[in-house]
T-cell receptor, first 110, second 116 residues
């Protein structure tokens, strides 16, 4: 069974600081890894998707890396803003299933 | 596109009552997923439909839970009878699933269920 772990569980930083969120998974036989954002009371929004053959993906201030052999991914958010405050979830795809981590709750202080 | 639509957004009911949650997936998507999110267990997959057929219901916690997808544009998740431990946020998601490597799931806003 795929186990996904996210560290840290919570993070509070001043505006402008770079964010580093970590995700690890136990089974490297994945199709892709995705990072989602969840705002309070809302659904999940996909931020980045890294296919199993890729090493990283970038979108604006967001960059995600994938090391499939070691079962790790890192999400970097550059120059954080208060609007980045949310919970970020990592999910790995095995067949049709997405296995989610518990998330990292980020607070960016103005 | 309106995205995945779920109703109701909030439901408060008493123990023992029947609860029905509804989902309209994105038009053209052929896969639909029901998830449950709690603080203790995070996001859990309850059931997966492909082309309106239930493929994997191993995540459905008990016989009190049932799900249907009578057509490509509508699905229901029913809990009968409901119990306080069913209190959670229930999400519906849909995807196209042409390419397992690149297709992502699109989530609805969720239904927050409270069973008293």
């Amino acid at each position: 069974k795929q186990e996904v772990t996210q560290i840290p569980a919570a993070l509070s930083v001043p505006e402008g600081e770079n964010l580093v969120l970590n995700c690890s998974f136990t089974d490297s036989a994945i199709y892709n890894l995705q990072w989602f954002r969840q705002d309070p009371g809302k659904g999940l929004t996909s931020l980045l998707l890294i296919q199993s053959s890729q090493r990283e993906q970038t979108s604006g201030r967001l960059n995600a890396s994938l090391d499939k052999s070691s079962g790790r991914s890192t999400l970097y958010i550059a120059a954080s803003q208060p609007g980045d405050s949310a919970t970020y979830l990592c999910a790995v795809r095995t067949d049709y299933k997405l296995s989610f981590g518990a998330g990292t709750t980020v607070t960016v202080r103005a | 596109d309106a995205g995945v639509i779920q109703s109701p957004r909030h439901e408060v009911t008493e123990m023992g009552q029947e609860v029905t949650l509804r989902c309209k997936p994105i038009s053209g998507h052929n896969s639909l997923f029901w998830y449950r999110q709690t603080m203790m267990r995070g996001l859990e997959l309850l059931i997966y439909f492909n082309n309106n057929v239930p493929i994997d219901d191993s995540g459905m916690p008990e016989d009190r839970f049932s799900a249907k997808m009578p057509n490509a544009s509508f699905s229901t998740l029913k809990i009968q009878p409901s119990e306080p431990r069913d209190s959670a946020v229930y999400f519906c998601a849909s995807s196209y699933d042409r390419d397992l490597g690149t297709d992502t799931q699109y989530f609805g806003p969720g239904t927050r269920l409270t069973v008293l």
